[in-house]
Structure formats: C-alpha cells, structure tokens
Nanobody, 123 residues
Framework: QVQLVESGGGSVQAGGSLRLSCAASESTYNLYCMGWFRQAPGKERAGVAYIVSTGTTRYADSVKGRFTISKDNAKNTLYLQMNSLKPEDTAMYYC?????????????????WGQGTQVTVSS
C-alpha cells in the first residue's frame, strides 16, 4: 500500500504563504484521487481540495482563490500552495489518496493517509 509523508507546515502570520508537500512511496500516476484535508482541535476533519488523475481539481469554498492543489507525477508528490492565509486556516493538514472511480471532499472515501503537518496562522 502506498505511503504518504507530508511536509512544509509551520507558523506564519496572517496574509502569508506556505506550500505543503506530500511525497508518495510509489507512483502517483495510478492514484485516481489525491486530496488535502485539515483538522482543527475539537473539529471534524474537513476536505480542503482534491485533484483527479485527469487534472480536474475542486476546492472547499473557504479556500477558493487562495489555495492551489497540484501534483507532479514525475516526483510522486502532491502539493498545496496556500496564499493569503488566515487564522482560521490553522489546523493539522493531511494528504490522502484513493484508488477508485470517483472523487469528492468526503474524508470517508479515502483509504490512505499521511501523518499530517501542522499549520499555524497568527493574527
């Protein structure tokens, strides 16, 4: 089973930027759907964005226009570029993968998860 390792989290002031990376242990080409999720203390894990193997992307309304998901199959790596960060973006961020015929932002359909990387945005 593919393994996922996130990196790139950290502390930043509001308005700043971070780029998260998720390295996969095998080719991402065959992973039909890869996504980013986040979980703040006391809250349920929520979908942030996903990318389909065809290149189609979708974002949660709260991050549209600020975050960009991308994938480099040659490097087996998924990215999340986060701009104009807000304090409410503070959370543990996880990448996830799914081999299947559909994608959405429901974390229940993803079968492989990374360990997470913390993002903290101060005001």
């Amino acid at each position: 089973q593919v393994q996922l390792v996130e990196s790139g989290g950290g502390s930043v002031q509001a308005g700043g930027s971070l780029r998260l990376s998720c390295a996969a242990s095998e080719s991402t080409y065959n992973l039909y759907c890869m996504g980013w999720f986040r979980q703040a203390p006391g809250k349920e894990r929520a979908g942030v964005a996903y990318i389909v193997s065809t290149g189609t992307t979708r974002y949660a309304d709260s991050v549209k226009g600020r975050f960009t998901i991308s994938k480099d199959n040659a490097k087996n790596t998924l990215y999340l570029q986060m701009n104009s960060l807000k304090p409410e973006d503070t959370a543990m961020y996880y990448c996830a993968a799914r081999i299947g015929s559909y994608c959405n932002l429901d974390f229940n359909i993803y079968h492989t998860w990374g360990q997470g990387t913390q993002v903290t945005v101060s005001s």
